[in-house]
């Protein structure tokens, strides 16, 4: 499982998107999803399986403990009655014929050879009889002074009888077998002052005792002293059990029988019932250690966390066999929209499988092609109006009419056409045309403008009408300088018939204009209209008289008189306009060193043949 979960975050720490941020691929999540339904649900099963049957195990070894408790109850209890019985009966006995004591004794432990002794005492401890099994003296090599001399060390035990008790005490430490010593009174109503006492050996007692299942079961004097065992070692130790919580439960009970669930100093812990007998104290306990109660649920507990395990690795090899066969086609899927993302629109994808996924395949196609067709409409209507008006239209963000805008307006013309064109083939026009406009476009482009048309070899541009442009009059004028740098190399190797130099003009305005779709119901086209665009127009012209290659307005001055170099050239009157308008050359960037300084450096640099007239600055 750890092995599991610690390849699977190697493959997440390989799966980050452009983000960053991790990715978590769906074969993991279904794979994380079901074991974790798993894991919950049979965990939950196997966790209740095994509290009911604990809980179960439990009252059952409660209720196994009374059963047991109440059978040696009786049995002890019958046992003892009989002893006492016998001793009685044959106390009596000998009390009447006092002569034939040790012959009546005698018939008593050959009746019963567990009988070792029986004796009876007045309140000074004299013997009125004592008799001692001779067979049991021999059997174990025992002297009767030596169990007289028992006897007497015992009698301090024995007086609690003459108060009308009954005691019962476990002199098998004394003894090298297990014995078991009662004392009674003779008579419970009229003479207290004579005991009876005898000693027992404990082996019938003790195979009562003896159980082959995980109850243990002893017997307990009101001392706390064992009595029996299932361990003979135990009762012939004579351990004291008053530090088992049990016995000292059972000594303070007021009840004859209960239950308790007590914890050892070795941290075990035990299901214990005991059960007083009425006679001198004595009880029986019964207990079992839980770890032997619940070995069993243990057991199963440990085999279904087993099958849990097996379930759980079977699970993940189906689930991630389906969750391959369904990721293989996403993550295919991934690839083509990143394939679509870069401009390949043309996928190679198949649909596998029959369901959702395989639809969404086909879907996916389709869209590549569409949006292959739609960017191939695009490119090709982007060639014959501009590129940027192109994804306006295709994105249904160029709306239908005009509306006012700020922006700057160019207007660039080759010189002496006209007389080009004549000495080419059009084919030849046509191909001088498309190199000359390609250098020219790219300034425009590279610059942020906006190419408006092509009006024959004039160039109108825009910039700020279409997309907003903080700097739209520097732009224009920046792509002006360009196209004045992209001409000089233009002309390189040119001169000949074939290959003419090229010199052009450029106006530039700064003004208010329309910017819209403007045509009729059957054919329009984006520009942009207005009297700022007509004064770019004659200002480009204008270029002819003035001898230079850039001129602007005094609105584009304004805008851009920190930026470059400019040189007036005086008020001029323009048809249509009430007042002389103010003109400028661009001589070039104020950055750059090799701007020219003057008129005449300008006209030197670009070709141009030198005014007789004197520039005003």
Same mark, same amino acid.
Not at 47 to 65: G, I, M, Q, W
Not at 204 to 209: G, W
Not at 224 to 244: E, I, Q, T, W
Not at 457 to 470: E, S, V
């Given at each position: 499982?750890?092995?599991?979960?610690?390849?699977?975050?190697?493959?997440?720490?390989?799966?980050? &998107?452009?983000?960053?941020?991790?990715?978590?691929?769906?074969?993991?999540?279904?794979?994380?999803?079901?074991?974790?339904?798993?894991?919950?649900?049979?965990?939950?099963?196997?966790?209740?399986?095994?509290?009911?049957?604990?809980?179960?195990?439990?009252?059952?070894?409660?209720?196994?403990?009374?059963?047991?408790?109440?059978?040696?109850?009786?049995?002890?209890?019958?046992?003892?009655?009989?002893?006492?019985?016998?001793?009685?009966?044959?106390?009596?006995?000998?009390?009447?014929?006092?002569?034939?004591?040790?012959?009546?004794?005698?018939?008593?432990?050959?009746?019963?050879?567990?009988?070792?002794?029986?004796?009876?005492?007045?309140?000074?401890?004299?013997?009125?009889?004592?008799?001692?099994?001779?067979?049991?003296?021999?059997?174990?090599?025992?002297?009767?002074?030596?169990?007289?001399?028992?006897?007497? &060390?015992?009698?301090?035990?024995?007086?609690?009888?003459?108060?009308?008790?009954?005691?019962?005490?476990?002199?098998?430490?004394?003894?090298?077998?297990?014995?078991?010593?009662?004392?009674?009174?003779?008579?419970?109503?009229?003479?207290?002052?004579?005991?009876?006492?005898?000693?027992?050996?404990?082996?019938?007692?003790?195979?009562?005792?003896?159980?082959?299942?995980?109850?243990?079961?002893?017997?307990?004097?009101?001392?706390?002293?064992?009595?029996?065992?299932?361990?003979?070692?135990?009762?012939?130790?004579?351990?004291?059990?008053?530090?088992? =919580?049990?016995?000292?439960?059972?000594?303070?009970?007021?009840?004859?029988?209960?239950?308790?669930?007590?914890? &050892?100093?070795?941290?075990?812990?035990?299901?214990?019932?005991?059960?007083?007998?009425?006679?001198?104290?004595?009880?029986?306990?019964?207990?079992?250690?839980?770890?032997?109660?619940?070995?069993?649920?243990?057991?199963?507990?440990?085999?279904?966390?087993?099958?849990?395990?097996?379930?759980?690795?079977?699970?993940?090899?189906?689930?991630?066999?389906?969750?391959?066969?369904?990721?293989?086609?996403?993550?295919?899927?991934?690839?083509?929209?990143?394939?679509?993302?870069?401009?390949?629109?043309?996928? &190679?994808?198949?649909?596998?499988?029959?369901?959702?996924?395989?639809?969404?395949?086909?879907?996916?196609?389709?869209?590549?092609?569409?949006?292959?067709?739609?960017?191939?409409?695009?490119?090709?209507?982007?060639?014959?109006?501009?590129?940027?008006?192109?994804?306006?239209?295709?994105?249904?963000?160029?709306?239908?009419?005009?509306?006012?805008?700020?922006?700057?307006?160019?207007?660039?013309?080759?010189?002496?056409?006209?007389?080009?064109?004549?000495?080419?083939?059009?084919?030849?026009?046509?191909?001088?045309?498309?190199?000359?406009?390609?250098?020219?476009?790219?300034?425009?482009?590279?610059?942020?403008?906006?190419?408006?048309?092509?009006?024959?070899?004039?160039?109108?541009?825009?910039?700020?009408?279409?997309?907003?442009?903080?700097?739209?009059?520097?732009?224009?004028?920046?792509?002006?300088?360009?196209?004045?740098?992209?001409?000089?190399?233009?002309?390189?190797?040119?001169?000949?018939?074939?290959? =003419?130099?090229?010199?052009?003009?450029?106006?530039?305005?700064?003004?208010?204009?329309?910017?819209?779709?403007?045509?009729?119901?059957?054919?329009?086209?984006?520009?942009?209209?207005?009297?700022?665009?007509?004064?770019?127009?004659?200002?480009?012209?204008?270029?002819?008289?003035?001898?230079?290659?850039?001129?602007?307005?005094?609105?584009?001055?304004?805008?851009?008189?920190?930026?470059?170099?400019?040189?007036?050239?005086?008020?001029?009157?323009?048809?249509?306009?009430?007042?002389?308008?103010?003109?400028?050359?661009?001589?070039?960037?104020?950055?750059?060193?090799?701007?020219?300084?003057?008129?005449?450096?300008?006209?030197?640099?670009?070709?141009?043949? =030198?005014?007789?007239?004197?520039?005003?600055?």
């Amino acid at each position: 499982m750890k092995t599991f979960f610690f390849h699977l975050r190697n493959i997440l720490s390989k799966n980050k &998107n452009s983000s960053g941020e991790f990715q978590f691929p769906i074969r993991y999540k279904l794979l994380l999803i079901t074991s974790i339904v798993l894991l919950v649900s049979v965990s939950g099963v196997i966790f209740l399986a095994s509290y009911f049957f604990r809980k179960d195990s439990e009252v059952r070894v409660k209720e196994n403990n009374i059963k047991i408790n109440e059978i040696l109850s009786l049995k002890v209890k019958s046992d003892l009655h009989s002893i006492r019985q016998d001793v009685h009966i044959t106390a009596s006995a000998i009390f009447r014929n006092t002569q034939s004591a040790n012959g009546i004794a005698k018939e008593l432990f050959e009746e019963d050879q567990n009988f070792v002794f029986i004796g009876a005492y007045d309140s000074s401890f004299n013997a009125k009889f004592e008799s001692i099994n001779e067979n049991f003296l021999q059997k174990y090599d025992y002297q009767k002074q030596e169990v007289k001399n028992i006897l007497k &060390n015992i009698q301090p035990k024995l007086k609690k009888s003459f108060s009308g008790t009954t005691v019962i005490w476990n002199i098998s430490p004394y003894f090298r077998n297990p014995i078991l010593c009662i004392s009674f009174p003779l008579s419970e109503t009229k003479d207290t002052h004579t005991i009876l006492v005898t000693l027992v050996k404990l082996d019938s007692l003790l195979d009562a005792f003896q159980t082959s299942g995980p109850v243990e079961t002893f017997l307990v004097s009101e001392d706390g002293s064992v009595l029996a065992h299932p361990d003979a070692k135990v009762v012939l130790s004579g351990n004291n059990l008053n530090d088992l =919580p049990i016995v000292e439960r059972m000594k303070k009970s007021t009840v004859d029988n209960g239950q308790f669930r007590y914890e &050892n100093k070795d941290g075990e812990f035990y299901l214990a019932s005991f059960k007083k007998l009425g006679i001198g104290g004595v009880g029986v306990i019964s207990q079992v250690r839980e770890t032997k109660i619940f070995e069993e649920v243990n057991n199963i507990q440990k085999r279904n966390v087993y099958l849990l395990i097996v379930f759980l690795s079977l699970s993940f090899i189906v689930v991630y066999i389906f969750a391959k066969s369904l990721s293989i086609p996403i993550l295919k899927l991934v690839d083509a929209s990143e394939e679509i993302r870069r401009g390949n629109y043309h996928i &190679n994808l198949h649909a596998t499988t029959h369901d959702e996924i395989g639809t969404l395949t086909k879907s996916f196609v389709s869209m590549g092609r569409g949006l292959e067709e739609r960017e191939k409409l695009k490119d090709s209507f982007g060639r014959f109006v501009n590129q940027d008006i192109a994804e306006l239209a295709a994105k249904g963000k160029l709306a239908i009419g005009g509306h006012k805008k700020y922006c700057t307006i160019f207007f660039s013309d080759i010189r002496s056409f006209t007389a080009i064109s004549e000495k080419l083939q059009p084919e030849e026009v046509v191909e001088f045309l498309n190199s000359y406009m390609s250098e020219m476009v790219k300034c425009v482009q590279e610059t942020g403008g906006t190419v408006d048309k092509f009006i024959g070899d004039a160039i109108m541009a825009t910039w700020g009408a279409l997309r907003d442009h903080k700097e739209h009059a520097k732009a224009a004028v920046d792509a002006a300088l360009r196209m004045r740098e992209k001409l000089i190399e233009f002309n390189q190797g040119r001169g000949t018939i074939k290959k =003419p130099l090229i010199k052009i003009g450029c106006g530039i305005n700064t003004g208010y204009v329309i910017a819209g779709q403007i045509g009729s119901s059957d054919k329009m086209e984006y520009t942009v209209i207005g009297d700022s665009v007509n004064l770019a127009s004659r200002v480009e012209s204008l270029n002819k008289e003035t001898h230079t290659d850039i001129l602007v307005t005094e609105t584009t001055y304004q805008e851009i008189k920190s930026e470059f170099h400019l040189l007036s050239m005086g008020e001029i009157e323009f048809k249509g306009k009430s007042k002389a308008q103010k003109v400028y050359a661009v001589l070039g960037r104020k950055s750059d060193p090799n701007s020219p300084k003057n008129l005449a450096e300008l006209q030197s640099m670009v070709g141009i043949e =030198p005014t007789s007239k004197k520039a005003k600055k």
